[in-house]
């Protein structure tokens, strides 16, 4: 996977994403696996070459759950950027070399892993083993002796809103993102890990904005500032927001300690988040999108009225298409 891989590595490798992952895809929402109850697990296993030779396996991520100082569960996430159709083969590979370990131990404990697959392309591979061999012609009496390895792959690309609902981490502002597209509208739920999920993001959707801001949002967050989607959603957003309000802002906090007037602060502020939600909206209107998704947008970045929201987009769309906007619009 490359770029994707070491970007899904670094952002799953928290204790509360992690976490948040297992609690969403196996246990349904409900809150089981603790961050708190999480530690690091091996990674890398060896296996026997065709020619003899001792090669080694990786992991993506892997954890403990722990209880009482006790291993109760390993679980593993996989990230896969394609379909692999051999990979039951791996699973059963990792997990066998998990539970081989544990013959010489006095402790022993089952082993979870889950298949995230971040791709575009359809996944049509075999979920279980019958499956993968069932162009082999197997006696009947014979098959229910094959020990059969389930593979729990997860499309994350397009996960339906239920179980989108159930994350309640960063993961939640990626899944929805990526599920979502050009509908996409930011929520106020508040990113934690800034540096995680926008390198996830950009290494997924290879829109560059995404970490171009990454120092000043930090910045803003260590100043004990929210960072929302609101200031990272897309490039036109990124534009208006921190070159239109941002701005104003300042401008209008200088005005106001020059004049001594909170009327001079305030009109400072309106006037220029006006102007970066003009621009906002020119550049919407350019690149075609719908009449909700710009109100939409004015609305929960900018933080307009619904008539305030109504009438930029009526100028706006006036302003590029020189007529007046249908009635029917």
């Not at 995404?210 to 897309?234: A, H, P, S, Y």
């Not at 036109?236 to 239109?244: L, Y």
């Not at 106001?256 to 305030?266: N, V």
Request: charged share 30%; glycine share 8%; with cysteine.
């Amino acid at each position: 996977m490359g770029q994707k891989d070491l970007a899904a590595k670094q952002f799953e490798h928290s204790p509360e994403v992690f976490a948040d992952i297992i609690n969403a895809l196996v246990f349904e929402g409900e809150q089981v696996v603790l961050p708190k109850d999480l530690q690091p697990a091996p990674t890398e296993s060896l296996y026997p070459a065709a020619n003899g030779i001792l090669r080694n396996q990786y992991n993506d991520v892997s954890k403990y759950e722990m209880r009482n100082g006790r291993i109760v569960i390993q679980y593993t996430l996989e990230n896969q950027a394609r379909p692999d159709y051999k990979i039951l083969l791996r699973k059963a590979g990792y997990e066998g070399a998990i539970y081989r370990r544990q013959y010489e131990e006095k402790d022993t404990f089952p082993a979870i892993t889950l298949v995230l697959y971040w791709g575009n392309a359809p996944w049509h591979s075999g979920s279980d083993l019958y499956r993968f061999f069932r162009r082999k012609k197997i006696h009947r009496m014979a098959r229910k002796y094959i020990d059969n390895i389930c593979l729990h792959m997860y499309s994350m690309r397009t996960l339906p809103l239920e179980i989108r609902q159930r994350f309640q981490s960063d993961m939640r502002v990626v899944v929805d993102y990526l599920a979502e597209g050009k509908e996409y509208e930011p929520t106020e739920q508040e990113i934690v890990d800034v540096d995680g999920t926008l390198r996830m993001l950009h290494a997924l959707t290879g829109e560059t904005d995404f970490i171009k801001n990454i120092k000043g949002l930090q910045e803003r967050q260590r100043r004990g500032g929210r960072v929302t989607m609101c200031e990272v959603v897309d490039k036109f957003v990124q534009r208006g927001r921190e070159q239109g309000i941002k701005e104003g802002i300042k401008e209008g906090i200088k005005e106001g300690i020059r004049e001594g007037m909170k009327e001079g602060l305030e009109k400072g502020m309106w006037e220029e988040k006006i102007r970066g939600a003009s621009a906002f909206v020119k550049e919407s209107v350019l690149q075609k999108q719908s009449k909700e998704y710009i109100k939409g947008m004015l609305q929960t970045c900018f933080q307009l009225k619904e008539e305030e929201a109504d009438m930029l987009y009526r100028e706006g769309y006036e302003r590029e298409h020189g007529t007046k906007i249908p009635a029917f619009t």
